[in-house]
């Protein structure tokens, strides 16, 4: 494992970018992360026998930036083309949901029926499912802010886009809202790092993630983060 940790830890410790803003990867405090994120770090981390770090952010965005300019080495984002570039990614180890919430009394009943011109999309800049809907939608108009959910709030906002699990705890606690039943998208969430990194390290990752979906480890992690509703992603 000698040359990997020099490969994808020069520095002695794995840097591991996690995204607290996404409910169902990661929880807690900067100090205190935890989440089935933090959890696969570790076990890259012990793999390499280095320790890790957890550099930690309030948004997907974040991380990918602490990936791209060297302040990390590891990062857990969803796979879309915008990122295709600047990241080497695994097969997704996690599959989640991006869905709509509008209010009680909007005529919209299903995905297809926001792509319309006036409607306004509240979404987190530079989440999977702004860069997703930028490259979708073509009528509609997309407004992204540090929440999606605040600015379709703050500025009376059509539709807001979001994650399914912590769209659905928005509207129970939020009368006068409702979620639109059919996803928009599937997010597929993937362990990632530079492409710059030796093919033999891009591998061990990629196989490391099918090993961890097989033997029950992510579920594991799923359960023990409170996050039932998660699917682990199929076999690559």
């Known amino acids: 494992m000698g040359d990997l940790s020099a490969d994808l830890a020069p520095t002695g410790v794995l840097r591991a970018a996690v995204n607290l803003g996404n409910p169902v990867l990661a929880h807690g405090t900067p100090d205190a992360p935890g989440g089935v994120t933090v959890d696969l770090a570790r076990e890259v981390a012990a793999r390499l026998d280095v320790p890790v770090e957890f550099v930690c952010f309030d948004a997907a965005r974040k991380s990918f930036e602490a990936l791209t300019s060297d302040a990390a ?8 083309p915008a990122r295709a570039a600047s990241v080497a990614f695994t097969a997704p180890y996690v599959v989640i949901e991006g869905v709509y919430v509008v209010p009680s009394e909007s005529p919209f009943n299903a995905p297809e029926d926001v792509d319309r011109p006036g409607v306004r999309i509240g979404v987190k800049e ?13 009528r509609a108009t997309i407004v992204r ?19 399914r699990q912590p769209m659905t ?28 990194r030796r093919p033999e390290t891009v591998a061990f990752l990629r196989e490391l993630v099918e090993e961890l979906k097989a033997n029950g480890f992510v579920a594991d992690a799923l359960r023990r983060a409170n996050q039932p509703d998660a699917t682990v992603a199929p076999p690559a």
């Open 169 to 196: 705890s928005y509207v129970s606690s939020h009368p006068g809202t409702r979620v639109i039943p059919e996803r928009f998208m599937q997010i597929r969430q993937a362990v990632g790092t530079t492409p710059a």
């Open 73 to 80: 080495d590891l990062c857990f984002l969803a796979i879309e």
């Open 126 to 138: 530079g989440s999977a499912y702004d860069l997703y809907l930028t490259r979708t939608l073509s």
């Open 145 to 163: 802010g540090s929440d999606g959910v605040a600015a379709f709030e703050s500025q009376g906002l059509e539709v807001a886009a979001g994650i």
